[in-house]
């Protein structure tokens, strides 16, 4: 595994839940995030839209793409009209990756950095990520979308800190590999 990349998702995790922490208090939080992913499928739909039907070359038209377009057309309209429909499959992706991020740990700890030695304090963050996970999983869409935006939150900034640990940990047992 690149220790780079790993370092990167870190620092990106960890942006991601700190932001996820500051704007905790808007309720309407993951309404507008379901409304900006739906942006994000209706632009690049429209674009391969007009690219497909209006190229010069129409030998080229695939109809492949010009029915993905659509159906990302369609998700993004739906995302950006009833937003509030996709909440609760935020709120589900959202405990997903606490899960597989917790998981991600303890595999990391117990196979992937099994040269390097790990202290088992290192298992305490997955565990908790993956409870965290289940927690949420086991509560109903209706509950407080801000208390679960506020743990994710925390929880994605805690595997952010456990992966730089990791990293920092592992340094020089990499180096060494590297200059060998």
């Not at 950006?80 to 917790?102: D, Q, T």
Request: glycine share 10%; with cysteine.
């Amino acid at each position: 595994m690149n220790g780079r990349s790993n370092l990167m998702t870190a620092v990106i995790v960890g942006v991601v839940g700190a932001l996820l922490i500051a704007f905790k208090g808007r309720g309407d939080l993951l309404t507008w995030i379901a409304v900006l992913i739906g942006i994000m499928f209706i632009i690049p739909s429209v674009y391969t839209l007009c690219v497909e039907l209006f190229s010069r070359e129409k030998a080229r038209v695939t109809p492949l793409a010009v029915i993905t377009s659509l159906g990302g057309l369609g998700l993004g309209i739906a995302m950006c009209i009833v937003p509030e429909v996709f909440v609760g499959i935020f709120i589900y992706l959202f405990a997903a990756l606490l899960i597989l991020g917790g998981i991600y740990h303890v595999v990391f700890i117990t196979w992937l950095a099994r040269p390097f030695r790990l202290p088992l304090w290192f298992y305490i963050v997955p565990a908790v990520l993956i409870v965290t996970g289940i927690v949420i999983l086991c509560n109903t869409v209706d509950a407080n979308a801000s208390v679960i935006v506020l743990v994710t939150g925390i929880g994605f900034l805690l595997f952010a800190i456990n992966s730089i640990m990791e990293y920092v940990a592992t340094r020089p047992g990499r180096e060494a590999v590297i200059k060998q």
